[in-house]
C-alpha cells in the first residue's frame, strides 16, 4: 500500500524522470559521468519505491482501528486514538480489496474490503462515503 502512495506521489515520479533525463544526456554525449549521474539517481529511484516501503513496514505491527459515522472518522489503536471530520479527506475509490480515502496532497487512507463483517456493514460504509464525499473513477 505504501508503494502505491509513493507511486502516484510528484517526489518519485520526478526522481524517476530526472533519472531518465540525465541516462538521455549520457547517450546523446556518450560521457560516462552522465551515466554514474543517472545510474546514482535511478539507484535511489528504485530504493524509495522498493525498499523504503519494506522498511515501513517494521513499525510496532500495531493494530489499528478505523470507525466511521456520520461526524467523521476515528482511528485508534494501543497508544490512543484521534477523530477526524470528513473535510479530511476529498475524494474516495475502491479497487478490488480495497477502499482508497484521499486527503490533501498525499494523504491516503486505506480500508481493506475484508475489514468488514458483512456485506450489509461494507453497503453502510460505501452510503457514508457517498454523502460524504465526491466518488473518483474505479481503480483496476
Same mark, same amino acid.
Request: aromatic share 10%; proline share 2%; glycine share 10%.
Given at each position: 500500500?505504501?508503494?502505491?502512495?509513493?507511486?502516484?506521489?510528484? %517526489?518519485?515520479?520526478?526522481?524517476?524522470?530526472?533519472?531518465?533525463?540525465?541516462?538521455?544526456?549520457?547517450?546523446?554525449?556518450?560521457?560516462?559521468?552522465?551515466?554514474?549521474?543517472?545510474?546514482?539517481?535511478?539507484? *535511489?529511484?528504485?530504493? +524509495?519505491?522498493?525498499?523504503?516501503?519494506?522498511?515501513?513496514?517494521?513499525?510496532? *505491527?500495531?493494530?489499528?482501528? +478505523?470507525?466511521?459515522? @456520520? @461526524?467523521?472518522?476515528?482511528?485508534?489503536?494501543?497508544? %490512543?486514538?484521534?477523530?477526524?471530520? $470528513?473535510?479530511? $479527506?476529498?475524494? $474516495?475509490?475502491?479497487?478490488? @480489496?480495497?477502499?482508497? +480515502?484521499?486527503?490533501?496532497?498525499?494523504?491516503?487512507?486505506?480500508?481493506?474490503?475484508?475489514?468488514?463483517?458483512?456485506?450489509?456493514?461494507?453497503?453502510?460504509?460505501?452510503? +457514508?462515503?457517498?454523502?460524504?464525499?465526491?466518488?473518483?473513477?474505479?481503480?483496476?
Amino acid at each position: 500500500m505504501a508503494r502505491y502512495g509513493l507511486l502516484r506521489s510528484r %517526489g518519485p515520479i520526478l526522481l524517476l524522470a530526472a533519472g531518465i533525463a540525465i541516462l538521455a544526456i549520457g547517450a546523446g554525449t556518450g560521457k560516462s559521468v552522465w551515466f554514474a549521474v543517472a545510474g546514482a539517481e535511478l539507484v *535511489g529511484w528504485a530504493a +524509495l519505491v522498493f525498499v523504503a516501503p519494506r522498511v515501513g513496514l517494521r513499525g510496532t *505491527g500495531d493494530e489499528q482501528t +478505523l470507525s466511521f459515522s @456520520e @461526524e467523521g472518522v476515528t482511528a485508534a489503536n494501543a497508544r %490512543g486514538s484521534q477523530r477526524f471530520d $470528513w473535510n479530511h $479527506w476529498r475524494r $474516495w475509490s475502491v479497487a478490488r @480489496e480495497l477502499y482508497l +480515502l484521499r486527503g490533501a496532497g498525499s494523504v491516503f487512507t486505506f480500508v481493506p474490503r475484508r475489514a468488514f463483517a458483512s456485506e450489509d456493514a461494507e453497503s453502510e460504509f460505501r452510503a +457514508l462515503l457517498a454523502r460524504h464525499l465526491a466518488a473518483t473513477r474505479r481503480l483496476a
